[in-house]
C-alpha cells in the first residue's frame, strides 16, 4: 500500500514480521503496527513537526525542503517509538504521536543539519539556523562541540 503525505511517497508493506516502510532514502521495520494506524500516526506526527518548524523557517527554505526534513524527523522518531514499544516490556503502551521535547533533542537538530549539509554544503548553516530558530554562530558552535565529543571516542 503506498500513500503520500504533502509530495512524499510512503510505502507500506506486510511482511511475516509485520510492516516495512519505505520511502526513496530509508527502510524501517516496524514490527506491530498495522496499515491504518500507521498512516494515522505518521499523517498526525508529521502535521506536528511541520506545525513548529513553519513557523521559524525562513522563506529561503522551499516547502518541498522543509517537508522532507520534516518527514525524516516523523520517521525517526516513530521507528524510535515503536522499537521501544515492541522491545521493552515497561514501553508496551508507548504512545507513538510526537513528543514536544524531541524538537530540542540533538537528533533533530542532526537530522536538519545533515540534510541541510548534503545538500547546500556551502550554505546550509543559515538555512538550519532558521529552522531551528537559532543563529548561524550557534549552529556552528552546535556542531562543533557535537564533532569534538563524538572525535574523543575515536
Not at 74 to 95: G, I
Not at 102 to 119: A, C, G, L, T, V
Request: glycine fraction near 2%; hydrophobic fraction near 35%.
Amino acid at each position: 500500500m503506498e500513500f503520500y503525505i504533502e509530495k512524499i511517497k510512503i510505502e507500506l508493506l506486510e511482511n511475516e514480521y509485520g510492516l516495512q516502510l519505505k520511502t526513496a532514502y530509508k527502510e524501517l521495520p516496524l514490527p506491530g503496527q498495522n496499515f491504518a494506524d500507521t498512516m494515522d500516526i505518521l499523517r498526525k506526527n508529521f502535521e506536528v513537526v511541520k506545525g513548529q518548524y513553519i513557523q521559524t523557517a525562513s522563506t529561503n527554505i522551499e516547502s518541498e525542503e522543509l517537508n522532507e526534513v520534516c518527514m525524516r524527523i516523523v520517521l525517526h522518531y516513530f521507528y524510535l517509538y515503536n522499537s521501544w514499544k515492541y522491545s521493552n516490556e515497561k514501553e508496551k503502551d508507548r504512545d507513538l504521536t510526537f513528543l514536544a521535547k524531541d524538537f530540542k533533542h540533538p537528533n533533530s537538530m542532526d537530522i536538519i543539519i545533515q540534510y541541510f549539509k548534503n545538500k547546500y554544503p556551502k550554505d546550509y548553516a543559515g538555512k538550519c539556523a532558521s529552522i531551528l530558530d537559532i543563529t548561524a554562530e550557534e549552529l556552528l558552535k552546535y556542531e562543533n562541540n557535537n564533532n569534538e565529543f563524538y572525535s574523543s571516542f575515536r
